[in-house]
Nanobody
Framework: QVQLVESGGGLVRAGGSLRLSCAAS????????MGWFRQAPGKEREFVSG????????HYVDSVKGRFTISRDNAKNTVYLQMNSLKPEDTAVYYC??????????????????WGQGTQVSVSS
């Protein structure tokens, strides 16, 4: 049974930082591309960042470039999202996802096979 478990969310003031983690089990993690998505209240789920299975290909949505950094540790079956200079508009539930194959840099939610339950990130002004 595949499980993706996010952690690290919370409440932070604008300009602050958080580090999200996503621990995977039940799959051969090193063969999956991983992505982070987010969904704010009343909005559609949005691609945030993706990293290929080997970590060589990394993509970000424009709104987080220069502030967020995705990384992975295949020995620990974990993907991370370091979020700096957080803004109120970053407030959302953040989800990690795993894809055996992907296109368009992993930006399409439909390409992902497995999803976590999400972790809430709230940024106050």
């Amino acid at each position: 049974q595949v499980q993706l478990v996010e952690s690290g969310g919370g409440l932070v003031r604008a300009g602050g930082s958080l580090r999200l983690s996503c621990a995977a089990s039940g799959l051969t993690f090193s063969t999956y591309h991983m992505g982070w998505f987010r969904q704010a209240p009343g909005k559609e789920r949005e691609f945030v960042s993706g990293i290929s299975w080997g970590g060589r290909s990394i993509h970000y949505v424009d709104s987080v470039k220069g502030r967020f950094t995705i990384s992975r540790d295949n020995a620990k079956n974990t993907v991370y999202l370091q979020m700096n200079s957080l803004k109120p508009e970053d407030t959302a539930v953040y989800y990690c996802a795993a894809a055996s194959t992907w296109y368009y840099g992993g930006s399409r939610a439909a390409d992902y096979d497995y999803w976590g339950q999400g972790t809430q990130v709230s940024v106050s002004s």
